[in-house]
């Protein structure tokens, strides 16, 4: 998006954006392993990761002297520092600016689209099925940007996958969500498993069939994606399943 692809010399296997990037990029690491040989043989000057989960990696290729920078968003504000900071890294501030700047306005323009909603839906954002994991904070945060309120937002603020279990599924059924989404992190969601599962029949998104799938590499990469696609697609659906409230 900044014009400097000509700088990568190698992905992750997970990247799918742009798609031609998996025929033109040599595919050097997964998420929580990565081939250190073939990654010093492409002599980076500096290699990109995120998270703690990418402490291993990182240590591995500091000791082969490798410039590592690895980011820790969670947030909706940490992904936009993260995009300022990469914009800068790579001298294109300017352009990573005014995509920053279009990102937010478009934003802006979906949180006052939902002001207009007679009532927000309930909102079960499902990351992992067994066990249960509820949204991460990035997640939690579009979904009330795009006019819907998170089940479980004390779990959002839980950076790591196991804070956000929800050991009982009941739970779940009790709080009475009006719209699933599930996105099964390396995993495709299967919907009508969700709505096979014992006891969620009086569930009201089950009810009515709102359930859906947002693809992980569209709301779980915390970057552009989650903030252009996976947004615009939970605002879509919310906007409808107003619409089929309201008649």
């Known amino acids: 998006m900044l014009g400097e692809e000509h700088r990568i010399v190698g992905i992750s296997g997970y990247t799918v954006r742009p798609p031609r990037a998996r025929a033109e990029k040599p595919k050097v690491s997964a998420f929580l392993s990565a081939k250190i040989d073939k990654i010093v043989a492409l002599k980076p000057d500096c290699v990109i990761g995120f998270s703690d989960l990418q402490a291993d990696i990182a240590a591995q290729l500091i000791k082969h002297g490798i410039q590592v920078c690895i980011f820790n968003q969670r947030s909706v504000a940490e992904i936009f520092s993260m995009l300022y900071q990469l914009a800068a890294m790579v001298g294109k501030v300017q352009r990573g600016l005014e995509l920053i700047t279009q990102m937010q306005s478009r934003l802006l323009e979906i949180e006052c689209a939902a002001k207009s909603l007679k009532r927000r839906p309930r909102v079960f954002f499902e990351e992992w099925y067994e066990p249960h ?15 819907g309120d998170d089940c479980f937002p004390e779990l959002a603020c839980q950076a ?4 956000r279990i929800i050991a009982d599924g009941d739970e779940i ?14 995993k495709k969601f299967r919907p009508d498993q969700v709505l096979a599962r014992a006891g969620w029949q009086d569930v009201a998104a089950l009810k009515s069939a709102h359930v859906f799938e947002i693809k992980s590499a569209e709301i779980l990469q915390p970057g552009p994606a989650a903030l252009i696609d996976g947004v615009e697609q939970i605002h879509r659906i919310i906007m409808r399943w107003s619409q089929s409230y309201e008649s």
């Open 173 to 186: 059924v009790r709080r009475n969500p009006e719209i699933i989404f599930g996105s099964w992190c390396g």
């Open 160 to 163: 790591m996958g196991k804070g």
């Open 133 to 147: 994991i509820s949204a991460i904070a990035w997640v939690s945060e579009l979904i009330g940007i795009a006019g």
